[in-house]
């Protein structure tokens, strides 16, 4: 895992979300918080998810982040526009840390786990874990979308790539 590969994932999950989120705005209401056969039961609830996994994960790799996440499944916006706009924030909040100095990515990282757990991992690769949950839930939505009038968009990386050389 390199520096370099961090911070274009950081500026990737940006350009994913930005996408996602332009398909989800074009939803009615019902379409995007309506109950679906998914883990987190809805658009709405599994993009909130996203959002409070990738809070938790920048709280655990710098101080200066303070989330306040009480449950992996908690609501914080439960309307498009206010999720949309933390969503664009946390992106630039993320891309600005992996702007910056990581530290050693070969060492260890100690954290805490939601359910108050010690866990170490290797930094670099745990940073990387943070980029693959969002994608994963991504998918999940992603999924979701192709249940409703809207098209899903293309999320792959490699059209990120093209785009972003």
């Known amino acids: 895992m390199t520096p370099a590969t961090l911070r274009r994932l950081s500026r990737y999950n940006a350009w994913a979300n930005q996408r996602l989120y332009a398909a989800c705005g074009a939803l009615d209401p019902a379409e995007f918080a309506g109950p679906r056969p998914s883990f ?23 101080d200066r982040y303070d989330h306040g ?49 010690a866990a170490v991992t290797p930094l670099g690769l745990t940073m990387l874990h943070m980029f693959t949950h969002t994608t994963h839930h991504r998918g999940q939505v992603h999924d979701m979308l192709s249940a409703t009038p809207t098209a ?9 790539l093209r785009e972003n050389p």
């Open 152 to 160: 899903p968009p293309v999320l792959d990386f490699v059209y990120y």
């Open 40 to 62: 987190f039961g809805s658009i709405m609830a599994t993009l909130n998810h996203a959002l409070v996994a990738d809070m938790i994960w920048l709280g655990r790799f710098t």
């Open 69 to 117: 996440i009480t449950a992996l499944d908690q609501i914080l916006h439960d309307a498009f526009d206010p999720l949309a706009r933390a969503r664009a924030e946390l992106d630039g909040v993320i891309i600005a840390h992996f702007d910056g100095p990581m530290g050693d990515l070969e060492a260890p990282f100690s954290y805490r786990t939601m359910a108050g757990g």
